[in-house]
Nanobody, 126 residues
């Protein structure tokens, strides 16, 4: 069992940056595949970014590629999502999710993740 707690959301102007954190407790996070998903009002939840600790692969949705960076700090048992050049369409609740082991071909499928955080709101104003 692993518990996930997100933080770092907030209100930012278009073009600005935010860094989201996902802190894990209960297990060593590096044994898990970790994903960030987001859900905007009236829309389905969508994959945003993923981290496969071993061998350190990262994955991104096309909509955020080049603007968002996912990374992990093993010592802090925390995964980050650095979001730059934010756009109003990035406005959503962002969720951290984890699944034990590797899912290299299904990292973007939310149903494959077993553990979820409570979400953190990101609002980008124009």
């Amino acid at each position: 069992q692993v518990q996930l707690v997100e933080s770092g959301g907030g209100l930012v102007q278009a073009g600005g940056s935010l860094r989201l954190s996902c802190a894990a407790s209960g297990r060593t996070f590096s044994a898990y595949t970790v994903g960030w998903f987001r859900q905007a009002p009236g829309k389905e939840r969508e994959f945003t970014a993923g981290l496969d600790w071993k061998p350190g692969n990262t994955y991104y949705a096309d909509s955020v590629k080049g603007r968002f960076t996912i990374s992990g700090d093993n010592a802090k048992n925390t995964v980050y999502l650095q979001m730059n050049s934010l756009k109003p369409e990035d406005t959503a609740v962002y969720y951290c999710a984890a699944v034990y082991g590797r899912i290299p071909y299904e990292y973007s499928s939310d149903w494959r993740y077993d553990y979820w955080g409570q979400g953190t709101q990101v609002t980008v104003s124009s």
